[in-house]
């Protein structure tokens, strides 16, 4: 594994870890099926919480916002490590 690999799936497993500290229900499988992806997750958070977008909309972008540096690596590496 690369340096920026190790790099960029560091910033996912921050991520994903802010996520469960938001959202206790949001497994690691939840979260990996999202691969990433705001809408997704978004969406997932609906469906476990049941919340409309607004209340949780606002903290979901703020999490994304603080790693937004490396979003696009995180992204592309989840996707490229599904497809193994």
Avoid: C, P, R
Avoid at 3 to 20: H, S, V
Avoid at 29 to 44: A, N, R, V
């Amino acid at each position: 594994m690369a340096l920026n690999e190790n790099k960029t799936k560091g910033k996912w497993l921050e991520i994903k870890g802010e996520l469960q500290k938001a959202w206790g229900k949001l497994t690691d499988d939840d979260l990996e099926k999202t691969k990433g992806d705001i809408k997704s997750i978004s969406g997932l958070i609906q469906q476990k919480y049941g919340d409309a977008q607004k209340d949780y909309g606002v903290k979901l972008s703020n999490i994304f916002k603080n790693f937004e540096a490396k979003k696009d690596e995180v992204v592309d590496h989840v996707k490229k490590t599904l497809k193994k």
